[in-house]
Every structure is written in structure tokens, then in C-alpha cells.
């Protein structure tokens, strides 16, 4: 005679090969993370509210705010689909180091200097402190990454060669920057904060172009992140201008801000193809699928 426990292993087997029970599986998960992600969307509403509330001389400056705000939203949505999956599949790891150096670059000019900040008073702390949660989350998908669950990490689809872009930004920041700092090495760092954050998006844009079918919150996160670079975007687009050098007198051309406004739209240009599938997807109501590069046999 069968015993209870045996019989229902062996219905819980069946079940777990049966593709309508995987298939539910798949549904009710995405159900319970959608909740995550929306309660993020949620927290960000209230918390532009109360802002908009408490800080009395908000102004468009703030777009900068903001865009820190969606940025750290995609971390925490992408540290939900990790603890939630308790996989780091389809993350690229090259990506999450690259944040955690623009991030580490960027809070070490803006928590000491003010060139780079919004002018109303969302610059005297919110902003860094939306990049230091930001860091802090960036920390925590490291560790997620190369100790708690690095058995699922994909490392054979996340093959972006990003280590020579990565010196040629920061080189490129040492010889050309802004001064609105008036310091050498903080304007050098918050310009290679800008350079690699040009680039550190490319490993995960490669990434989900190899895998085709994008999981939920990895999309939103891309999302997230490409509504970032809008936001900072629609910021330097007028302040560009600034960072001109009247030292070399007024018709002299604006070499640094010409370079930061054009890395900011090669960072949105870059997306743009991601952002056209992403809300196809969204419209849909499904997953959110890529094509997949065509190979050619000879």
C-alpha cells in the first residue's frame, strides 16, 4: 500500500514537470513582483509629493532629482527580482560593477562639491542621498552576484568587452572636463562618472538582446534607467553651457559641454531600440521579447 507521503511526492513530481503547473507558477510569481514593483512606483509618487510639499523653491533644476530617483527605483526593483527569484539570471555583472564605479566616482565630487548639483534645494541632500541608496543597492546585487547566488549568473551570454571602453572613458574624462568645481581631480571624477555611465548600460543591452525573452522587473529596471538618463538629459541640454571656459575667452568653443551633452544622447540613443520593445511589451501585456541576432552560415 502507497503511503500519503509517498503518493503525494509523487503527485508533486508530476505537477512540477506538468507545463500548465510551471506555467501558473511563472503567472503567480510575476503577479506577486508586479505588487513589489508597483509599491516602488507607489513610494516614488509619495515621495515627489512630499518633496514638492517640504522643498518650497523646486524648480526644472530638480529633473536631476528626479531622474536619481528613477535610477534608484531600477536598482530596487532589480534587487527585488533577485531576492524574489534568488537568481541573478540575465543581470549582467559587468553592468552592476559599472554602476557601483559611477556611482562611488559621482558621490565623491557631489557630496563635497556643488558644480554639478541641481540649484534648488533638492541638491543640498536628496539627491546624494537617492545615490547613496542607489550605491547601497548596487553593493547588495555585487553580493548577490559573486556570493549568495553565483551559480545562476549567465556568464556565458554576458560577453560585452567593456574594459577598453571603460579606460578610454575615464582617459578621455582626465583630459577633457568641466571646472565647475574649480578642481581638477573632483571635475575629473564626476566627468568619468558621466563617461562610464555612458557605457555601463551596453553589457546588459547586449545581454538581453542574446536571451530574446526579458524577465519583468530586468525590463523595468532597463526602463527605469533609460528614464534616469532622460531626466539628466532634459538637464544639461540647458546647462551645457555653463561649463564653457571664459578663461579662454567667450567665442572659444564649449569642448567640455559639447562632450557631456553628446554622451548623454549617445546614452539615450543606445536605449532606444530596448525602449521600442520594452513598450510593445507593456501595451501587450506579456513578456517583453527581443529579436535575436541573425546568424549567418556561409
Known amino acids: 500500500m502507497t503511503s500519503p507521503i ?7 513530481i508530476k505537477l512540477n514537470d506538468d507545463p500548465k503547473y510551471k506555467s501558473a507558477c511563472e503567472k503567480s510569481r510575476e503577479k506577486d513582483v508586479t505588487a513589489f514593483v508597483l509599491s516602488g512606483y507607489a513610494l516614488l509618487i509619495c515621495g515627489i509629493v512630499i518633496a514638492q510639499r517640504c522643498i518650497a523653491d523646486l524648480g526644472f533644476s530638480s529633473v536631476l532629482t528626479l531622474g536619481a530617483a528613477f535610477q534608484c527605483l531600477g536598482f530596487y526593483t532589480l534587487l527585488i527580482k533577485v531576492e524574489r527569484a534568488k537568481s541573478v539570471a540575465g543581470i549582467s555583472s559587468k ?22 548639483l541641481p540649484v534648488d534645494s533638492s541638491g543640498d541632500f536628496l539627491y546624494q542621498l537617492l545615490d547613496i541608496v542607489s550605491l547601497f543597492l548596487v553593493l547588495q546585487l555585487i553580493k548577490c552576484m559573486d556570493i549568495t547566488y ?8 554576458d560577453t560585452m568587452e567593456v574594459s577598453r571602453m571603460a579606460i578610454c572613458a575615464i582617459v578621455f574624462a582626465i583630459c577633457i572636463h568641466g571646472n565647475l568645481n574649480d578642481s581638477f581631480i573632483f571635475d575629473s571624477m564626476w566627468t568619468m562618472s558621466m563617461n562610464l555611465d555612458t557605457v555601463a548600460m551596453l553589457p546588459q543591452l547586449w545581454m538581453v538582446t542574446k536571451l530574446g525573452e526579458v524577465e519583468s522587473l530586468t525590463s523595468h529596471f532597463v526602463a527605469l534607467l533609460i528614464a534616469s538618463r532622460a531626466c539628466s538629459f532634459a538637464f544639461w541640454f540647458y546647462g551645457y553651457k555653463e561649463l564653457r571656459d ?27 531600440d530596448f525602449l521600442f520593445y520594452y513598450v510593445k511589451a507593456r501595451i501587450k501585456g506579456g513578456r517583453m521579447q527581443l529579436p535575436k541576432p541573425a546568424t549567418i552560415s556561409i
Open 6 to 12: 509517498s503518493f503525494m511526492s509523487a503527485v508533486g
Open 246 to 272: 571664459d578663461r579662454h575667452g567667450r567665442n572659444s568653443i564649449n569642448v567640455a559641454g559639447l562632450q557631456l551633452l553628446a554622451a548623454h544622447a549617445l546614452q539615450l540613443l543606445l536605449s532606444l
Open 95 to 116: 553592468t552592476v560593477h559599472l554602476y557601483a564605479a559611477v556611482l562611488f566616482l559621482r558621490l565623491g565630487s557631489t557630496c563635497l562639491y556643488s558644480g554639478y
Open 150 to 157: 553565483p551559480k545562476t549568473y549567465q556568464d556565458s551570454e
